[in-house]
């Protein structure tokens, strides 16, 4: 990773804050936060207290002035540590960048601050119980009624859902219009707030201690300046255009995960010993090792391509996609075959391995499903 050609000496120092303090803070509460299915709000506060929240925001609205270098960064240090409660990736590389974009200069002060001391957990609600990737086909509604919206509708596999205090609502301001009906409003919410209800915190397969739950919205009144962009029918673009970011990090997680789960298979079959010599002597374990070693490095010189891409502005949706899909068909394909090399150990959660199994299968789902992935870089071509 220190070969990066993005990764200057401030975005390494800044990987090794977030090492330290997911590895010595985060990992030892794992645990815990997998018992009550999120994590706890001090641990955010603690995260925004060393600068890991909103590296990339600039200085004036609270954020750490940076790039999306060290957006990544924090998140390829995250998932190496083990410590995957936090969705910062969706709290300050996703949400706060709408916000960042589209808010008003007041707005920005008064929310990307809070959010970037880890007092204002941020969640974008897209996903419906009957729409997924179909995001034009939102059947969450938000009526004009004076000065405010009053907003009808369900969201699921809400990241960050049940200990969120800001969400940007995908939400039909126009339900003939289609693609150009869509409109995002930020809602600030707490468990008290009238037309709003927290739902379930979702049993996942894997990921067990981040935040994953239900919204509901029974006549939620939200100011009607809290229209990102001011405009109606502006969603649609407005999501368009922040996806390949959000599609670039889910890569980035990805590419941590891949190379993750090699380093430990290499450790692990170099100490295991099978037939009186290690596991890695034996042929098989070898050239199986080589095959991942290689993806693992294709698939880095492919993702700090569109790094360096994206931090110039060059980045297209089409090439977010293809990193997307292609890397995270990738980890899951080298963590399954890393998790055969550990034998009965790889299916045992207190081995690293069996945990990036568990956590690491949704990456193909979530951000866009890969098939919608492959149906978009079809349309380019």
């Known amino acids: 990773m220190s070969g990066s050609p993005w990764a200057g000496e401030d975005v ?103 959010m970037a001391a880890g007092e204002l957990i941020g969640a974008i609600a897209m996903t419906e119980p009957g729409t997924g990737s179909d995001l034009q086909n939102v059947a969450t509604k938000a009526v004009r009624e004076g000065d405010e919206y009053v907003i009808t509708g369900a969201k699921t596999f809400i990241t960050n859902g049940h200990t969120a205090g800001l969400v940007v609502i995908v939400a039909k301001t126009d339900t003939s219009q289609g693609a150009h009906g869509v409109s995002l409003l930020v809602a600030e919410v707490g468990d008290d707030t009238p037309g709003f209800q927290r739902g379930r915190v979702l049993k996942k397969v894997g990921q067990h201690s981040t935040d994953t739950a239900e919204l509901f919205f029974d006549g939620l009144r939200v100011p009607a300046e809290n229209l990102l962009g001011g405009v109606e029918g502006q969603g649609f673009v407005q999501l368009m255009l922040q996806l390949p970011q959000e599609r670039l990090l889910v890569a980035a997680i990805g590419m941590a995960m891949l190379e993750a789960a090699v380093d430990y298979t290499v450790a692990y079959t170099k100490e295991r010993e099978a037939f009186g010599k290690p596991l890695f002597k034996l042929q098989n374990t070898r050239f199986e ?93």
Not at 95 to 112: F, G, I, M, P, S
Not at 300 to 305: E, I, N, S
Not at 345 to 364: C, K, N, S
Request: glycine letters at 10%.
């Open 12 to 114: 390494e120092a800044v990987r090794e804050l977030a090492a330290a303090f997911f590895t010595n803070e985060a990992l030892p509460r794992e645990e815990e936060f997998a018992a009550q299915g999120f994590p706890s709000a001090e641990i955010w506060q603690a995260a925004g207290k060393v600068g890991l929240l909103c590296a990339s925001i600039p200085e004036e609205y609270g954020g750490g002035g940076g790039t999306f270098a060290h957006e990544v960064a924090i998140t390829e240090a995250q998932m190496r540590s083990g410590a995957g409660a936090m969705a910062i990736a969706v709290h300050a590389g996703i949400v706060a960048h709408y916000l960042n974009a589209y808010a008003t200069e007041e707005q920005k002060l008064r929310w990307l601050p809070r």
């Open 289 to 381: 090792l080589a095959e991942c070693a290689t993806i693992a490095r294709v698939a880095r010189v492919f993702f700090d391509d569109c790094v360096v891409k994206h931090l110039a502005g060059g980045l297209d949706a089409t090439t977010a996609s293809m990193a997307k899909y292609w890397i995270t068909d990738r980890q899951t394909e080298v963590i399954d075959r890393c998790v055969q090399l550990h034998g009965g150990y790889g299916y045992m959660l207190e081995y690293p391995i069996a945990r990036l199994f568990a956590d690491g299968r949704v990456q193909r789902i979530y951000g866009g499903a890969n098939e919608i992935m492959k149906e978009l870089i079809a349309r380019s071509l």
